[in-house]
Each structure stands twice: as structure tokens, then as C-alpha cells.
């Protein structure tokens, strides 16, 4: 596939060499002092996020493919480096010392000495060793995760996991956790008081739901889960996600909780990310492009997509409400979601919104620097700068043919 149409070599080329630079920095290669085991990884960013983030890992192995495929497979066998022998990998990993401070009360540790934390973080690991790496199948650990996966958070048996904390989704502070999480939700004065309930009944999802959860079978959580499946030739759980999660009605995935809220969720961008599914039936890609993602008003500002729906009365570019504080994933862009709906985008031959979306994304991302997050309207960058997943707009300037199967083959 070559470059978008409105994409310049010169642009692709100052994009690369910009992510090269930020994922160089952000580097990161030791041993740890306890016990001498040896880590590389990209920080995601390196002043706000020192260690090692689970799915932020996958996806600057992602990144790393196209500029020094070494370090594709280090940083995502430091992960495996971090696993427990029943197959668990934590959200967070700290190589080079545990949290301390605030941190102590909002990281979900189950000790001051714990090595990573408790919580779980989208598990990508097989679908990112499939495309920047090889064939997973090949690997025990990675087979030994998703085994812990299915054993430990499949909650009714149809394949499909769910999270105990918002922050399990990576979708941290989305509004779309408000109603099942109420006060208790992510970045509100209350999640203290869930970090302390659930290191008390050690994030085990079986015990939070029978103590009255809430537990939460989160859309994109589970798309990423079933890439990983797919990515082992494992059988596809989207039927699962259509059957459970799929509206006819509003033709938008929800979440599913329990309890189950009393108010209508919030549409935010996790309800398209299905689109990224590659066996997804047409009409329902269909509908998630032509009535969501491409109105204006909502999903398709000048900076697609927006994180939650633009006349949502939740959506927000305020992110740091309460001081020192921010609260993530209420309104602005981030890379990872542009790129996951610009597969669906690529699969369904939608040619000049892909190209669009590449180009507006791209845009941004080169007059401000690799952000964590931009502002819809105006591309300003936001949040942690050099952030590393930012550096994914590399796959969406010069498209891998294989995008189109979202990289399965
Ligand atoms: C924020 C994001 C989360 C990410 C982490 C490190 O907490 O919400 O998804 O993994 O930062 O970048």
C-alpha cells in the first residue's frame, strides 16, 4: 500500500526520524537489583511514566518494528521476564524500584517490595509479537498469559474477560466507567478507597464480583484480547463481543457491568473499537463508520477520534480538574485509538477517510512532538510529551498491506 495520497516523503521521513528519537530516549536496558534479572524497555514517557507499562510495551514493540526490530522482541520479552509462574503479568512493572509517595495509595500493589502491580492491563502481548516479532504460538509464555487470562477473568464462560478497576481497561478516567464506578471511579477522591477494597481481596475477580463488584466486561479490553486469540489461531471470540456487547438499536458495543448502572452509559471512542476486528461483520463496520466515527459533530473533528463523543456532556479537553490530578481519556485524541479504528477504516475500503485520518493525525503529531494525548480541535499536544505509543502514526503514514487484516494473517 503506498503513502496517503496528501502525505509527502518529506513529512514521513521527519515523522520517523521524530519517532526514532523519542523511542531512543525513552529507552531503557538494565538488570534489577534484587534479583539480577535483565529488562529492556521504551518508558513511556520517561519525567512522567518511568517503568514498564503492559500495553504501552506492546505497542512500541509495534513502533520499534519499523526502526530497529531488536528491540521489538526485547521489549516485549522484558514482559515476559516480569511473569509469575501461574502465567500473571501486572500493568505496571518496576524494574528500577517500587512507587512510593502518593503513588503508594493509588497503585494497585499488594506490598511496598511488590515488583509490579496486582491489575492486569489490555493484553495485547500475543497480537504485538504477531506483528513485530513472529508466531506466538511458539512462545510458553505468552500462551501460559492467556491461559491465566481465560482461567482467571472469564467470569460467565463465553470467552470474554472483564476488569475489576477502570484503570485494567487503560481507558483510566473514560466517563464511560462513571456510572459503574461512581466515586470510586478513576482520578476521583474514592478510587483510593477501591485500590484499598481490592488489594484487600487481592484483585482476584471472582472474589470482587461475589463481594458485589462492580466488575466490568469493557469493549476494547476485549477486542485487543481477541486480536491476541486470533493472533494464536486460537477460535475468534468476536460472535462473543457482537452477541454480548453489540446494540442493534443504537449500532454502538457497551460495556457490560455488574451491578448493572441505572444510567446510559457514555459513548466514547472504546465503542468503535471493534472496528479493528478483522472477521467483524461488514454491516456492523458499516454502521460504526458511516453513523459514528465519521460525524463531525462527535467522533470526526479536525483531530479524530475524539476519546468521547463531542456532545456528550461528559466530554471535556479539561484534564486536570482536581490539581496535580489528571484525569485521562474524557475528550482528547490519543494515537493507539486513531489507529485502531484506521484499520477498520483500511479493511472496509474506506481509502479517503483512512488516508484523511493519516493525514489530520499526522499533522499533529509533527508540529507538537509525540504527546500522550492532542486536542481535537486544534492538534495541540497534551498530557506526557515524547510519548512513546504516539510513534504508531508511523503505521498509519506509510500503511504495512497487512493493516488490512489488522497485520493476521
Ligand atoms: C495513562 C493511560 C494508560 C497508560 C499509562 C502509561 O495512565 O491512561 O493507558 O498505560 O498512562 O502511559
Do not use: K
Amino acid at each position: 500500500m503506498s503513502a496517503p495520497a496528501a502525505l509527502h516523503e518529506a513529512e514521513i521521513e521527519a515523522l520517523r526520524s521524530l519517532c526514532e528519537r523519542t523511542l531512543r530516549r525513552n529507552w531503557l536496558e538494565g538488570v534489577r537489583a534484587a534479583d539480577r534479572v535483565a529488562f529492556a524497555y521504551t518508558r513511556p514517557s520517561p519525567a512522567h511514566y518511568p517503568w514498564q507499562w503492559f500495553w504501552d510495551s506492546c505497542f512500541a514493540a509495534i513502533a520499534w518494528r519499523r526502526l530497529d526490530p531488536w528491540r521489538s522482541r526485547a521489549e516485549l520479552e522484558s514482559l515476559l521476564a516480569a511473569q509469575r509462574a501461574d502465567g500473571f503479568i501486572g500493568h505496571t512493572i518496576f524494574w528500577s524500584g517500587a512507587p512510593r509517595d502518593l503513588r503508594l495509595f493509588t497503585y494497585n500493589v499488594l506490598s511496598r517490595s511488590a515488583t509490579m502491580t496486582a491489575s492486569i492491563q489490555p493484553p495485547a502481548l500475543a497480537w504485538a509479537w504477531r506483528i513485530a516479532v513472529g508466531d506466538p504460538t511458539q512462545v510458553p509464555g505468552i500462551l501460559a498469559h492467556q491461559r491465566w487470562l481465560a482461567a482467571n477473568r472469564d467470569l460467565e464462560g463465553d470467552g470474554l474477560i472483564w476488569i475489576v478497576q477502570p484503570d485494567e481497561s487503560g481507558l483510566d478516567a473514560s466517563p464511560q466507567f462513571d456510572a459503574i464506578w461512581g466515586s470510586r471511579a478513576h482520578s476521583r477522591p474514592g478510587f483510593v478507597l477501591l485500590v484499598r477494597r481490592n488489594r484487600r481481596l487481592r484483585y482476584d475477580m471472582r472474589r470482587i464480583a461475589a463481594a458485589g463488584g462492580p466488575v466490568c466486561c469493557e469493549v476494547m479490553t476485549n477486542v485487543l484480547y481477541a486480536l491476541s486469540r486470533a493472533a494464536l489461531g486460537e477460535p475468534s471470540l468476536t460472535p462473543a463481543i457482537v452477541e454480548r456487547m453489540y446494540d442493534e438499536r443504537t449500532g454502538l458495543f457497551w460495556p457490560l457491568a455488574r451491578p448493572e448502572p441505572s444510567t446510559r452509559p457514555v459513548v466514547t471512542w472504546a465503542s468503535l473499537s471493534p472496528l479493528a476486528l478483522p472477521d467483524l461483520p461488514e454491516a456492523i463496520g458499516r454502521r460504526l463508520v458511516e453513523e459514528h466515527l465519521l460525524d463531525p459533530l462527535r467522533f470526526w473533528l479536525p483531530v479524530p477520534p475524539t476519546s468521547v463523543s463531542a456532545v456528550e456532556p461528559t466530554f471535556s479537553l479539561e484534564d486536570a480538574t482536581v490539581p496535580g490530578i489528571r484525569r485521562y481519556w474524557r475528550g482528547p485524541t490519543w494515537i493507539n485509538s486513531a489507529w485502531l479504528v484506521w484499520l477498520g477504516l483500511v479493511r472496509l475500503g474506506y481509502r479517503e477517510e483512512a488516508d484523511e485520518l493519516s493525514r489530520r493525525v499526522v499533522s499533529a503529531v509533527l508540529a507538537s512532538g509525540l504527546y500522550e494525548y492532542y486536542d481535537p480541535y486544534t492538534g495541540r499536544g497534551m498530557g506526557a510529551a515524547t510519548f512513546a505509543w504516539s510513534a504508531l502514526a508511523m503505521d498509519m503514514a506509510q500503511p504495512d498491506p497487512a493493516a488490512a487484516r489488522s497485520y493476521l494473517v
